[in-house]
Protein backbone atom coordinates (compact mmCIF):
# COMPACT_ATOMS: atom_id res chain seq x y z
CA UNK A 1 0.00 0.00 0.00
CA UNK A 2 2.85 2.59 -0.53
CA UNK A 3 0.77 4.92 -3.11
CA UNK A 4 -1.94 4.95 -0.14
CA UNK A 5 -2.77 7.93 2.01
CA UNK A 6 -4.46 5.37 4.90
CA UNK A 7 -1.40 5.04 6.83
CA UNK A 8 -2.14 2.92 9.83
CA UNK A 9 1.51 1.52 11.26
CA UNK A 10 4.98 3.06 10.60
CA UNK A 11 7.91 2.11 12.41
CA UNK A 12 9.97 4.89 13.92
CA UNK A 13 13.46 5.11 15.44
CA UNK A 14 13.36 7.24 18.85
CA UNK A 15 15.92 8.55 20.90
CA UNK A 16 16.20 10.76 23.98
CA UNK A 17 18.78 13.60 24.97
CA UNK A 18 21.43 12.41 26.95
CA UNK A 19 21.79 14.51 30.40
CA UNK A 20 25.04 16.99 29.57
CA UNK A 21 27.83 16.51 32.29
CA UNK A 22 28.82 18.22 35.33
CA UNK A 23 31.50 20.38 35.67
CA UNK A 24 34.85 19.73 37.75
CA UNK A 25 35.79 23.40 37.95
CA UNK A 26 37.40 25.74 40.06
CA UNK A 27 37.29 29.18 40.89
CA UNK A 28 39.83 31.19 39.96
CA UNK A 29 40.49 34.25 39.95
CA UNK A 30 42.87 37.35 41.08
CA UNK A 31 42.48 37.82 44.84
CA UNK A 32 41.33 34.30 45.28
CA UNK A 33 43.82 32.23 45.16
CA UNK A 34 42.27 28.96 46.56
CA UNK A 35 38.84 29.52 44.77
CA UNK A 36 36.62 26.62 46.21
CA UNK A 37 34.46 24.06 43.46
CA UNK A 38 32.20 26.02 41.28
CA UNK A 39 31.57 23.53 38.44
CA UNK A 40 27.94 23.57 37.35
CA UNK A 41 25.45 20.81 36.99
CA UNK A 42 24.66 19.38 33.49
CA UNK A 43 21.47 19.79 31.91
CA UNK A 44 19.17 17.52 31.43
CA UNK A 45 18.36 15.51 27.95
CA UNK A 46 15.33 15.89 25.86
CA UNK A 47 12.45 13.91 26.66
CA UNK A 48 10.44 12.44 23.64
CA UNK A 49 6.78 12.57 24.46
CA UNK A 50 3.55 11.72 21.98
CA UNK A 51 0.18 13.90 22.06
CA UNK A 52 -3.14 12.83 20.63
CA UNK A 53 -4.07 15.51 17.96
CA UNK A 54 -7.24 15.20 16.77
CA UNK A 55 -6.61 16.82 13.77
CA UNK A 56 -4.70 13.56 12.55
CA UNK A 57 -6.33 10.87 11.07
CA UNK A 58 -3.95 8.55 10.16
CA UNK A 59 0.25 8.40 10.67
CA UNK A 60 0.70 9.69 7.24
CA UNK A 61 2.81 12.28 8.39
CA UNK A 62 4.79 9.92 10.09
CA UNK A 63 5.64 7.73 7.38
CA UNK A 64 9.20 9.39 6.25
CA UNK A 65 9.87 10.60 9.38
CA UNK A 66 12.48 7.27 10.69
CA UNK A 67 14.15 9.03 13.45
CA UNK A 68 12.98 11.38 16.32
CA UNK A 69 15.74 12.36 18.65
CA UNK A 70 15.56 14.69 20.97
CA UNK A 71 18.71 16.68 21.95
CA UNK A 72 21.69 16.01 24.82
CA UNK A 73 21.61 18.16 27.65
CA UNK A 74 24.51 21.19 27.67
CA UNK A 75 27.41 20.34 30.13
CA UNK A 76 28.04 22.71 33.08
CA UNK A 77 30.61 24.98 33.21
CA UNK A 78 32.25 27.20 36.14
CA UNK A 79 30.90 29.78 38.18
CA UNK A 80 28.36 27.39 38.89
CA UNK A 81 26.37 27.60 36.30
CA UNK A 82 24.19 24.80 34.50
CA UNK A 83 24.10 23.17 31.34
CA UNK A 84 20.70 23.76 28.77
CA UNK A 85 18.67 21.15 28.98
CA UNK A 86 18.28 18.86 25.89
CA UNK A 87 14.91 20.30 23.33
CA UNK A 88 12.53 17.52 23.93
CA UNK A 89 10.51 15.86 21.03
CA UNK A 90 6.54 15.61 20.72
CA UNK A 91 5.50 13.57 17.99
CA UNK A 92 1.43 14.50 17.62
CA UNK A 93 -0.03 10.96 16.93
CA UNK A 94 -3.83 10.65 15.69
CA UNK A 95 -5.99 9.49 18.70
CA UNK A 96 -6.31 5.79 19.09
CA UNK A 97 -2.31 5.22 18.32
CA UNK A 98 -1.17 2.35 19.97
CA UNK A 99 2.88 2.33 20.58
CA UNK A 100 4.85 -1.18 20.48
CA UNK A 101 7.92 -2.36 20.59
CA UNK A 102 9.18 -2.84 17.27
CA UNK A 103 11.62 -5.59 17.70
CA UNK A 104 9.27 -7.84 20.82
CA UNK A 105 5.58 -6.53 19.71
CA UNK A 106 5.45 -5.84 23.58
CA UNK A 107 2.39 -3.41 23.70
CA UNK A 108 3.98 -0.03 25.48
CA UNK A 109 1.11 2.50 25.22
CA UNK A 110 -1.68 3.71 23.56
CA UNK A 111 -2.96 7.27 23.09
CA UNK A 112 -6.61 7.81 22.69
CA UNK A 113 -7.74 11.63 23.55
CA UNK A 114 -6.92 15.18 22.44
CA UNK A 115 -4.11 17.25 23.92
CA UNK A 116 -3.08 13.52 25.82
CA UNK A 117 0.78 13.76 26.31
CA UNK A 118 2.38 10.13 27.16
CA UNK A 119 6.46 10.06 27.68
CA UNK A 120 7.71 7.38 25.80
CA UNK A 121 11.12 7.96 26.42
CA UNK A 122 12.98 10.01 29.16
CA UNK A 123 15.93 12.15 28.50
CA UNK A 124 18.71 11.80 30.88
CA UNK A 125 19.67 13.39 33.89
CA UNK A 126 22.43 15.76 33.88
CA UNK A 127 25.23 15.12 36.22
CA UNK A 128 25.54 16.78 38.64
CA UNK A 129 28.54 19.73 38.79
CA UNK A 130 31.98 19.47 41.51
CA UNK A 131 30.18 22.06 43.83
CA UNK A 132 27.91 19.69 44.84
CA UNK A 133 30.23 17.86 46.55
CA UNK A 134 31.94 19.80 48.72
CA UNK A 135 31.94 18.60 52.46
CA UNK A 136 33.79 19.63 55.20
CA UNK A 137 36.02 16.71 55.09
CA UNK A 138 36.56 17.45 50.82
CA UNK A 139 36.64 21.02 50.44
CA UNK A 140 38.12 20.43 46.79
CA UNK A 141 36.48 17.73 45.17
CA UNK A 142 37.37 17.07 41.79
CA UNK A 143 34.66 14.69 40.60
CA UNK A 144 31.56 15.65 38.86
CA UNK A 145 28.93 13.52 37.71
CA UNK A 146 28.17 12.64 34.21
CA UNK A 147 25.29 12.55 32.95
CA UNK A 148 22.57 9.80 32.47
CA UNK A 149 22.76 8.15 28.99
CA UNK A 150 19.92 8.53 26.68
CA UNK A 151 17.55 5.71 25.82
CA UNK A 152 16.57 4.54 22.43
CA UNK A 153 13.70 2.21 21.21
CA UNK A 154 12.78 1.46 17.93
CA UNK A 155 8.70 1.62 18.07
CA UNK A 156 5.80 0.91 15.88
CA UNK A 157 2.86 2.94 15.89
CA UNK A 158 -0.80 1.61 15.19
CA UNK A 159 -3.35 2.99 14.70
CA UNK A 160 -6.88 1.78 15.43
CA UNK A 161 -9.54 4.26 14.61
CA UNK A 162 -11.81 5.56 17.64
CA UNK A 163 -15.15 5.57 15.72
CA UNK A 164 -18.57 4.93 17.57
CA UNK A 165 -20.01 2.77 15.48
CA UNK A 166 -17.82 0.30 13.45
CA UNK A 167 -19.66 -1.28 10.06
CA UNK A 168 -18.91 -4.96 9.83
CA UNK A 169 -20.39 -6.54 7.15
CA UNK A 170 -19.43 -8.75 3.81
CA UNK A 171 -18.19 -7.25 0.40
CA UNK A 172 -21.25 -5.11 -1.27
CA UNK A 173 -22.99 -5.49 1.70
CA UNK A 174 -23.84 -1.44 1.07
CA UNK A 175 -21.49 -0.47 4.17
CA UNK A 176 -20.41 2.76 2.20
CA UNK A 177 -23.71 3.41 0.63
CA UNK A 178 -25.42 3.84 4.09
CA UNK A 179 -21.97 5.78 5.53
CA UNK A 180 -22.54 8.39 2.30
CA UNK A 181 -26.09 8.54 2.86
CA UNK A 182 -25.77 9.39 6.82
CA UNK A 183 -22.49 12.10 6.71
CA UNK A 184 -20.59 13.78 5.01
CA UNK A 185 -17.98 11.42 4.14
CA UNK A 186 -17.91 9.84 0.20
CA UNK A 187 -16.56 6.70 -0.16
CA UNK A 188 -16.29 5.12 -2.95
CA UNK A 189 -19.32 2.62 -4.15
CA UNK A 190 -19.79 0.01 -6.59
CA UNK A 191 -21.40 -3.19 -7.38
CA UNK A 192 -18.25 -5.27 -6.88
CA UNK A 193 -16.64 -6.34 -3.60
CA UNK A 194 -13.50 -4.85 -2.08
CA UNK A 195 -14.63 -1.23 -3.57
CA UNK A 196 -13.20 0.00 -0.21
CA UNK A 197 -9.81 -0.91 0.76
CA UNK A 198 -9.20 1.26 3.16
CA UNK A 199 -11.10 2.70 5.93
CA UNK A 200 -13.49 5.78 6.12
CA UNK A 201 -14.59 7.35 8.97
CA UNK A 202 -17.85 9.90 8.93
CA UNK A 203 -19.92 11.88 11.12
CA UNK A 204 -23.22 11.49 11.55
CA UNK A 205 -25.31 14.11 12.84
CA UNK A 206 -28.13 13.64 14.91
CA UNK A 207 -31.20 14.96 16.52
CA UNK A 208 -30.03 18.48 18.36
CA UNK A 209 -26.68 18.83 17.17
CA UNK A 210 -25.68 15.85 18.20
CA UNK A 211 -23.16 13.75 16.60
CA UNK A 212 -21.40 9.80 16.47
CA UNK A 213 -18.41 9.09 14.55
CA UNK A 214 -19.19 5.86 11.81
CA UNK A 215 -16.43 4.25 10.46
CA UNK A 216 -16.60 2.16 6.75
CA UNK A 217 -13.91 -0.80 7.01
CA UNK A 218 -13.15 -2.77 4.59
CA UNK A 219 -15.30 -6.24 3.83
CA UNK A 220 -15.08 -9.02 5.51
CA UNK A 221 -14.80 -12.76 4.41
CA UNK A 222 -14.57 -15.62 5.63
CA UNK A 223 -11.28 -17.00 6.65
CA UNK A 224 -10.46 -13.09 7.35
CA UNK A 225 -9.19 -13.50 10.71
CA UNK A 226 -6.46 -15.50 9.50
CA UNK A 227 -5.82 -13.49 6.94
CA UNK A 228 -7.80 -13.70 3.91
CA UNK A 229 -9.30 -10.82 1.81
CA UNK A 230 -8.04 -7.68 2.87
CA UNK A 231 -8.35 -9.75 6.24
CA UNK A 232 -6.49 -8.53 9.56
CA UNK A 233 -5.16 -5.80 8.41
CA UNK A 234 -8.29 -3.86 9.55
CA UNK A 235 -9.92 -5.85 12.06
CA UNK A 236 -8.41 -3.68 14.11
CA UNK A 237 -9.74 -0.84 13.46
CA UNK A 238 -13.37 -2.46 14.91
CA UNK A 239 -11.72 -3.40 18.16
CA UNK A 240 -11.80 0.51 19.46
CA UNK A 241 -15.39 0.83 17.81
CA UNK A 242 -17.93 0.84 20.61
CA UNK A 243 -20.55 -0.31 18.75
CA UNK A 244 -20.88 -2.99 16.00
CA UNK A 245 -23.08 -2.16 13.40
CA UNK A 246 -23.70 -5.76 11.48
CA UNK A 247 -24.83 -5.13 8.03
CA UNK A 248 -26.44 -7.80 5.80
CA UNK A 249 -28.12 -7.58 2.58
CA UNK A 250 -32.09 -8.63 2.26
CA UNK A 251 -30.96 -10.51 -0.77
CA UNK A 252 -28.32 -13.05 0.98
CA UNK A 253 -29.29 -16.50 0.89
CA UNK A 254 -29.48 -16.96 4.91
CA UNK A 255 -29.46 -13.89 6.84
CA UNK A 256 -28.28 -15.46 10.27
CA UNK A 257 -25.71 -17.72 8.39
CA UNK A 258 -23.67 -14.64 7.08
CA UNK A 259 -24.27 -12.88 10.66
CA UNK A 260 -22.69 -15.95 12.49
CA UNK A 261 -19.70 -16.05 9.70
CA UNK A 262 -19.04 -12.51 10.60
CA UNK A 263 -19.11 -12.68 14.20
CA UNK A 264 -17.11 -15.60 14.26
CA UNK A 265 -14.62 -14.14 12.43
CA UNK A 266 -14.39 -11.28 14.87
CA UNK A 267 -14.06 -13.49 17.46
CA UNK A 268 -11.53 -15.36 15.97
CA UNK A 269 -9.59 -12.10 15.64
CA UNK A 270 -10.34 -11.03 19.39
CA UNK A 271 -12.79 -12.75 21.66
CA UNK A 272 -13.10 -8.98 23.73
CA UNK A 273 -15.15 -8.23 20.47
CA UNK A 274 -17.78 -10.68 22.10
CA UNK A 275 -18.58 -8.00 24.74
CA UNK A 276 -19.07 -5.05 22.36
CA UNK A 277 -23.11 -4.02 21.73
CA UNK A 278 -24.15 -4.87 18.49
CA UNK A 279 -26.88 -4.03 16.31
CA UNK A 280 -28.40 -5.73 13.13
CA UNK A 281 -29.40 -3.55 9.83
CA UNK A 282 -30.85 -5.98 6.80
CA UNK A 283 -29.38 -3.71 3.99
CA UNK A 284 -30.92 -3.32 0.49
CA UNK A 285 -34.48 -3.98 2.00
CA UNK A 286 -35.63 -1.74 -0.84
CA UNK A 287 -35.83 -5.14 -2.49
CA UNK A 288 -38.46 -6.79 -0.05
CA UNK A 289 -42.03 -6.35 0.53
CA UNK A 290 -44.10 -5.83 3.94
CA UNK A 291 -44.95 -9.87 4.03
CA UNK A 292 -41.32 -10.83 2.87
CA UNK A 293 -39.71 -9.16 5.73
CA UNK A 294 -42.59 -10.14 8.42
CA UNK A 295 -41.17 -13.60 6.90
CA UNK A 296 -37.74 -12.92 7.22
CA UNK A 297 -38.20 -11.73 10.89
CA UNK A 298 -38.89 -15.20 11.97
CA UNK A 299 -34.99 -16.25 10.30
CA UNK A 300 -32.97 -13.58 11.88
CA UNK A 301 -30.39 -14.02 15.02
CA UNK A 302 -31.78 -13.65 18.09
CA UNK A 303 -30.66 -11.30 20.89
CA UNK A 304 -29.43 -8.27 18.81
CA UNK A 305 -31.66 -5.43 18.16
CA UNK A 306 -32.34 -5.13 13.95
CA UNK A 307 -33.80 -2.76 11.68
CA UNK A 308 -34.90 -3.26 8.04
CA UNK A 309 -33.04 -0.44 6.10
CA UNK A 310 -32.51 1.20 2.63
CA UNK A 311 -30.25 3.66 1.67
CA UNK A 312 -31.40 4.07 -1.79
CA UNK A 313 -35.06 4.86 -0.69
CA UNK A 314 -34.23 5.72 2.80
CA UNK A 315 -36.54 3.68 4.51
CA UNK A 316 -35.62 3.01 8.12
CA UNK A 317 -32.34 5.26 7.92
CA UNK A 318 -33.92 7.57 10.95
CA UNK A 319 -34.99 4.50 13.16
CA UNK A 320 -31.62 3.09 12.61
CA UNK A 321 -30.23 6.40 14.05
CA UNK A 322 -32.62 6.44 16.83
CA UNK A 323 -31.17 2.55 17.41
CA UNK A 324 -27.57 3.65 17.53
CA UNK A 325 -27.85 6.66 19.11
CA UNK A 326 -30.01 4.29 21.89
CA UNK A 327 -27.42 1.86 22.36
CA UNK A 328 -24.33 4.60 22.47
CA UNK A 329 -26.05 5.77 25.37
CA UNK A 330 -26.36 3.04 27.34
CA UNK A 331 -25.46 3.06 31.26
CA UNK A 332 -22.00 1.26 31.72
CA UNK A 333 -21.86 1.09 28.06
CA UNK A 334 -18.03 2.89 28.27
CA UNK A 335 -16.88 -0.16 30.24
CA UNK A 336 -16.23 -2.39 26.85
CA UNK A 337 -14.06 0.37 25.55
CA UNK A 338 -11.40 -0.30 27.53
CA UNK A 339 -9.89 -3.11 25.60
CA UNK A 340 -6.68 -5.01 26.60
CA UNK A 341 -4.00 -4.44 23.70
CA UNK A 342 -2.47 -7.50 23.32
CA UNK A 343 1.59 -7.73 22.06
CA UNK A 344 1.85 -8.22 18.31
CA UNK A 345 3.56 -10.31 16.22
CA UNK A 346 5.91 -7.87 14.42
CA UNK A 347 6.81 -10.08 12.04
CA UNK A 348 3.45 -10.29 10.51
CA UNK A 349 3.74 -6.40 9.37
CA UNK A 350 5.14 -5.75 6.53
CA UNK A 351 7.77 -2.35 6.15
CA UNK A 352 8.75 -1.67 2.24
CA UNK A 353 11.69 0.21 3.44
CA UNK A 354 12.70 -2.16 6.09
CA UNK A 355 16.39 -2.86 4.57
CA UNK A 356 18.01 0.28 3.81
CA UNK A 357 17.07 1.50 7.85
CA UNK A 358 20.48 3.16 9.32
CA UNK A 359 20.65 3.65 12.98
CA UNK A 360 21.55 6.84 13.55
CA UNK A 361 25.25 7.85 14.84
CA UNK A 362 25.53 10.53 17.49
CA UNK A 363 28.17 12.47 16.46
CA UNK A 364 28.35 14.93 18.84
CA UNK A 365 30.31 12.65 21.21
CA UNK A 366 31.56 8.95 21.51
CA UNK A 367 28.56 7.66 23.22
CA UNK A 368 30.99 4.84 25.03
CA UNK A 369 33.21 7.75 26.64
CA UNK A 370 33.70 7.57 30.12
CA UNK A 371 33.40 10.31 31.98
CA UNK A 372 36.64 11.09 33.83
CA UNK A 373 38.25 13.80 35.94
CA UNK A 374 39.58 16.79 34.79
CA UNK A 375 41.35 20.19 35.69
CA UNK A 376 39.67 22.93 33.61
CA UNK A 377 43.26 25.59 34.22
CA UNK A 378 42.42 27.53 31.11
CA UNK A 379 39.30 29.12 32.64
CA UNK A 380 39.03 32.95 33.18
CA UNK A 381 41.54 34.95 34.69
CA UNK A 382 39.46 37.69 34.08
CA UNK A 383 40.39 39.30 37.42
CA UNK A 384 36.92 40.75 38.32
N1 LIG B 1 -30.98 -1.78 -3.97
C1 LIG B 1 -30.07 -1.31 -3.14
N2 LIG B 1 -28.78 -1.34 -3.48
C2 LIG B 1 -27.88 -0.85 -2.61
C3 LIG B 1 -28.26 -0.30 -1.36
N3 LIG B 1 -27.15 0.09 -0.72
C4 LIG B 1 -26.11 -0.21 -1.52
N4 LIG B 1 -26.53 -0.77 -2.66
C5 LIG B 1 -25.70 -1.21 -3.79
O1 LIG B 1 -24.85 -2.26 -3.39
C6 LIG B 1 -23.59 -2.18 -4.05
C7 LIG B 1 -22.46 -2.21 -3.04
O2 LIG B 1 -22.53 -1.05 -2.23
P1 LIG B 1 -21.27 -0.54 -1.40
O3 LIG B 1 -21.80 0.52 -0.49
O4 LIG B 1 -20.14 -0.22 -2.28
O5 LIG B 1 -20.95 -1.84 -0.56
P2 LIG B 1 -19.79 -2.07 0.53
O6 LIG B 1 -20.37 -2.88 1.61
O7 LIG B 1 -19.19 -0.78 0.89
O8 LIG B 1 -18.80 -2.98 -0.31
P3 LIG B 1 -17.19 -3.15 -0.14
O9 LIG B 1 -16.59 -1.79 -0.06
O10 LIG B 1 -16.81 -3.86 -1.36
O11 LIG B 1 -16.98 -3.96 1.10
C8 LIG B 1 -23.62 -0.90 -4.86
O12 LIG B 1 -23.92 -1.23 -6.20
C9 LIG B 1 -24.75 -0.11 -4.23
O13 LIG B 1 -25.39 0.75 -5.16
C10 LIG B 1 -29.65 -0.27 -1.04
O14 LIG B 1 -30.09 0.20 0.01
N5 LIG B 1 -30.52 -0.79 -1.96
MG1 LIG C 1 -17.35 -0.10 0.63
Given amino acids: MAESNFVDYVKIYCRSGKGGRGSAHFRREKYIPKGGPDGGDGGRGGHIYLRGNRNYWTLLHLKYERHIMA ?8 KRSSGKDGEDRVIEVPCGTVVYDAETGEFICDVTEDGQQVMLLKGGRGGLGNFNFKTSTNQAPRYAQPGEPAQERMVILQLKLLAD ?3 VGFPNAGKST ?3 VVSAAKPKIAN ?3 TTLEPNLGIVSYRDNRSFVMADIPGIIEGASEGKGLGLRFLRH ?3 NSLLLFMVPADADDIRKEYEILNNELVQYNPELLDKRRVLAITKSDMLDEELMEALEQELPEGIPHVFISSITGLGIVALKDLLWRELNQENFHE ?3 IVHKNIDVSGLAFDDDEDFVFP ?7 DEEYEEYWDDEEDDTGR
Fill in 71 to 78: TNGGNGSA
Fill in 165 to 167: VGL
Fill in 178 to 180: LLS
Fill in 192 to 194: YPF
Fill in 238 to 240: IER
Fill in 336 to 338: VER
Fill in 361 to 367: VDDEEDP
